[in-house]
């Protein structure tokens, strides 16, 4: 099993190169320029689910990277790359991932250091930004926590005893993919009745149109396009259905943490992505539900909060920190 030991919590303060950050993402792909002080002081953006080649993806990226330098003209010193089933120590992105249209193996550490010649390191996406989490948010001081990741999947990173947890072969972290019901929605992963089902944008926005569907009353809401965000606002506006909604979210999300706290006995869980802008209609069931399905003897041990990082920030900072992992 790898696990990965921070000592340093300001590593990046003591780099004299810039170095580059690359957070991708099912739907973008963020490339973050950061300085010695930890600072994201340029980005690029990328349409994740525009490419379907993995060759084109990674060229396209390393473009990016050669602008970002270019433009502020600066020295890189190295790269680190967060992304869904990340295989931290091939430096491949395995074959088949749920939420890239991108289906075959993706050896981007190799071919970004054949592009850009400096050392490159990649990590699950969640991971890289629970790092960011642990060297800049208010995960800072702390060794046991979970980082949870909602967006266009959910996604998580563990830290245990102040270690990074990958597992037997880096895929350690999966919680999205946790089966909250065999016989329930099919997830992209294959399966069904996964928790990102039920808890990503995606599945939130799945819940709402089912509930519009039973429902006489959805004030000339046009449910075909609408999104996370737009039910965020509507929830935020006091709409029964969009509370409705972030309320069976809740008791589905607490579900899979309450499981995932009988496994890694964290003292937080900290909460990012879009869907978690909508605060309180979020919040305030998710820790009734969670206190509900909390075995007993993890009572008042552990709690739940929001991340105060912004999100593209704590992913970047954290794959930007990832050759730490390799020294």
């Known amino acids: 099993m790898y696990v990965c030991i921070f000592k340093d919590l300001n590593m990046l303060e003591q780099m004299d190169k810039y170095v580059i950050g690359v957070d991708i993402g099912g739907t973008n792909t963020v490339i973050g320029l950061v ?11 990328l349409a994740t689910q525009t490419y379907t080649d993995g060759a084109i993806f990674v060229m396209d990226i390393a473009k ?32 088949n991932t749920a939420n890239l249209r991108i289906k075959e193996e993706i050896p981007i550490c190799k071919i970004l250091e054949k592009e850009l010649n400096v050392p490159t390191v990649l990590s699950n996406d969640a991971d890289a930004a629970a790092i960011g989490e642990h060297i800049y948010g208010s995960a800072k001081n702390c060794s046991n926590f979970i980082l949870v990741t909602l967006g266009t999947g959910v996604g998580s990173g563990f830290f245990a005893d102040g270690h990074l947890i990958h597992g037997h072969n880096c895929m350690a972290g999966e919680l999205g993919h946790l089966t909250l019901y065999p016989e329930g929605r099919e997830c992209s992963c294959g399966r069904c009745g996964c928790l990102e089902t039920y808890t990503s944008a995606r599945g939130i926005c799945q819940t709402f149109k ?32 969009a509370l ?46 969670f206190k509900d399905n909390l075995l ?7 709690t739940i909060e929001f991340s105060q990082l912004d999100d593209n920030d704590a992913a970047i900072l954290g794959a930007a920190a990832l050759i730490n992992l390799k020294n």
């Open 296 to 302: 007993f003897i993890y009572e008042n041990s552990v």
């Open 64 to 95: 990016s990277i050669i602008k970002l330098k270019s433009f502020h003209d600066v020295e890189i010193g190295s790269v680190g790359v967060g992304a869904p089933n990340a295989n931290f120590v091939s430096g491949c992105i395995e074959s």
């Open 244 to 289: 409705k909604t972030f309320e069976i979210t809740a008791k589905y999300l607490a579900i899979g943490l309450a499981n995932a706290v009988t496994f890694s006995n964290p003292e937080k869980i900290i909460l990012m992505g879009g869907p978690t802008k909508v605060g309180a209609p979020l919040l305030i069931p998710l820790k009734r539900y």
């Open 35 to 45: 300085n010695k002080e930890g600072k994201v002081v340029s980005r690029d953006t």
């Open 210 to 241: 089912e509930l519009a569907k039973k429902s006489n009353n959805i004030d000339n809401i046009n449910t075909e396009n609408i999104t996370s965000k737009d039910i965020g606002e509507l929830a935020n506006e006091g709409n029964p259905l």
